[in-house]
């Protein structure tokens, strides 16, 4: 069935860029490598090493937590964990990426408005095809997300990532625990924990988990809000290694 662009999320670190930006391309690629030997008629390969890209494009913003201030200050950097899900729906198309902001450009024009260009390369790993496991949420109280049903049980390890966008701790004993679970039953009877992050999100932060445990067939976010007066926004994505 054909999907519609509009719907597309971009988070960034502990930002949610999605409504300054109208474009976003995924790029996933692994390296050819040449095995051709003397008596062959054709050329032979085997896969090499992973790669990926993700590049967005959209309206500038120079306000102190505008998409420039964000763009510009994570340019260069080391890591920066990015999620681009092509819904915002629990169970959306996602491609997750440990990267480094590479290229950063605006381009002014007298007839447009100003515009902002972001490249993301892949760091490690290349660009992980998974789901948005919990979509962009505000959060009270403790609960489960939806299960997300995989259809098969046969791959090796797992990513994940939280984006907490934005938290509310007025008296300062506000926590909140995210984790990712797994079981084998689709009522998530015996569900053991797949990833749990550690931070403890007292502010807004970003986090992305490997495992090497095989993830079982149903999956879903949970997460354990305790304190006073919590509140606090934020996403979950994950792949299947």
């Known amino acids: 069935m054909a999907q519609h662009g509009k719907d597309t999320v971009v988070l960034h670190n502990q930002y949610n860029l999605t409504s300054s930006?109208?474009?976003?391309?995924?790029?996933r690629s692994i390296a050819a490598l040449d095995t051709t030997v003397f008596g062959l008629n054709s050329r032979t390969y085997k896969p090499g090493q992973k790669d990926g890209?993700?590049?967005?494009?959209?309206?500038?913003?120079?306000?102190?937590?505008?998409?420039?201030?964000?763009?510009?200050?994570?340019?260069g950097s080391a890591s920066?964990?990015?999620?681009?899900?092509?819904?915002?729906?629990?169970?959306?198309?996602?491609?997750?990426?440990?990267?480094?902001?590479?290229?950063?450009?605006?381009t002014s024009s007298v007839t447009e408005?100003?515009?902002?260009?972001g490249e993301y390369q892949a760091a490690q790993d290349g660009v992980d095809a998974g789901v948005l496991l919990l979509p962009v949420?505000?959060?009270?109280?403790?609960?489960?997300?939806?299960?997300?049903?995989?259809?098969?049980?046969t791959k090796t390890g797992a990513v994940g990532i939280l984006h907490v966008?934005?938290?509310?701790?007025?008296?300062?004993?506000?926590?909140?625990?995210?984790?990712?679970?797994?079981?084998a039953s689709s009522d998530m009877s015996g569900a053991a924990t797949l990833i749990a992050f550690t931070t403890g999100t007292t502010v807004p932060v970003a986090e992305r988990v490997e495992t090497t445990t095989d993830p079982l067939r149903y999956i879903r976010a949970s997460y354990t809000i305790a304190g006073t007066t919590p509140s606090f926004t934020f996403a979950v994505s994950w792949a299947a290694r």
């Open 21 to 27: 930006l109208d474009s976003a391309s995924i790029d």
């Open 80 to 106: 920066t964990s990015v999620t681009v899900s092509l819904g915002q729906t629990a169970g959306s198309n996602a491609c997750l990426m440990d990267a480094i902001e590479n290229q950063y450009a605006t």
């Open 113 to 117: 408005m100003v515009r902002i260009t």
């Open 137 to 153: 949420t505000t959060a009270t109280s403790s609960a489960n997300g939806d299960t997300y049903d995989r259809g098969t049980a």
């Open 53 to 75: 890209s993700v590049s967005v494009e959209g309206f500038a913003d120079p306000a102190a937590a505008g998409i420039d201030t964000i763009l510009s200050n994570s340019f």
């Open 165 to 183: 966008t934005a938290t509310d701790r007025t008296t300062g004993d506000e926590t909140m625990d995210v984790v990712i679970q797994h079981s």
